[in-house]
């Protein structure tokens, strides 16, 4: 199956500053990829959709200028949570669509700690 | 409006036994539904999905899932556990394909010895 990677897997910053995610899709070209959000013990939400060369597209209740999304290439997306505060503390996880075996593929998760 | 509905928020089982995670899902329209597999720390890896066909679907590790339109269900089930199937079981659907995926609140399968 297809990979996709997240970097970094884990980032601890300090409140106020902003820290950007990478999602890339190794070995397919994505011109989808979605960005959730998961708090501990719950289920994944879906923060927005990430189209190659478009605006993305946020889920009732995301605000866009604090989660800014870009999907500048067929492989790589990045979310950038800007002025994180601790309640922005949480498990982010991508996901990239392959038209050809038209799956969804995870990658591993981004551990965001906002002290 | 789509949703999913794990019943189970736990599900305790010894080894060797059978295990059934149930999943509810309401939608107006046509579903495709998935369930996934996450271990700790990790993502999300796909057990199975339905998008149409056979209501039984057959996925890996041995788990299969059938799709019951009438009672709006997508149970998982496996009728012989591991202690590696311990991890948190998540279903989903989908109105169209591998579009944007809606997630029940996930099933945490702890498998004893």
């Known amino acids: 199956g297809a990979v996709v990677s997240q970097h970094p897997s884990w980032v601890i910053c300090k409140s106020g500053t902003s820290v950007k995610i990478e999602c890339r899709s190794l070995?397919?070209?994505?011109?989808?990829m979605f960005w959730y959000r998961q708090f501990p013990k719950q289920s994944l939400m879906l923060m927005a959709t990430?189209?190659?060369?478009?605006?993305?597209?946020?889920e009732q209740g995301v605000e866009k200028d604090k989660f800014l999304i870009n999907h500048a290439s067929l492989t790589l997306s990045t979310l950038t949570v800007t002025s994180a505060h601790p309640e922005d503390s949480s498990f982010y996880i991508c996901?990239?669509?392959?038209?050809?075996?038209?799956?969804?593929?995870f990658g591993p998760g981004t551990r965001l700690t906002v002290l | 409006a789509q949703s999913v509905t794990q019943l189970d928020s736990q599900v305790p089982v010894f080894e060797e036994a059978p295990v059934e995670l149930r999943c509810n899902y309401s939608?107006?329209?046509?579903?495709?539904l998935f369930w996934y597999v996450q271990y700790p720390n990790q993502g999300l890896q796909l057990l199975l999905k339905?998008?149409?066909?056979?209501?039984l679907v057959k996925g890996i590790n041995g788990f299969e899932a059938e799709f019951n339109k009438s009672q709006t269900s997508f149970h998982l089930r496996k009728p012989s556990v591991h202690i590696s199937d311990t991890a948190e079981y998540f279903c989903?659907?989908?109105?169209?394909?591998?579009?944007?995926?809606?997630f029940g609140a996930g099933t945490r399968l702890a498998v004893h010895p």
């Open positions: 996901s990239a669509r392959d038209l050809t075996y038209n799956e969804q593929f």
């Open positions: 070995d397919f070209q994505a011109t989808t």
């Open positions: 990430s189209n190659e060369g478009s605006k993305a597209t946020y």
């Open positions: 939608s107006s329209v046509s579903v495709y």
């Open positions: 339905y998008l149409s066909g056979s209501t």
């Open positions: 989903a659907v989908s109105s169209g394909g591998y579009n944007k995926l809606i």
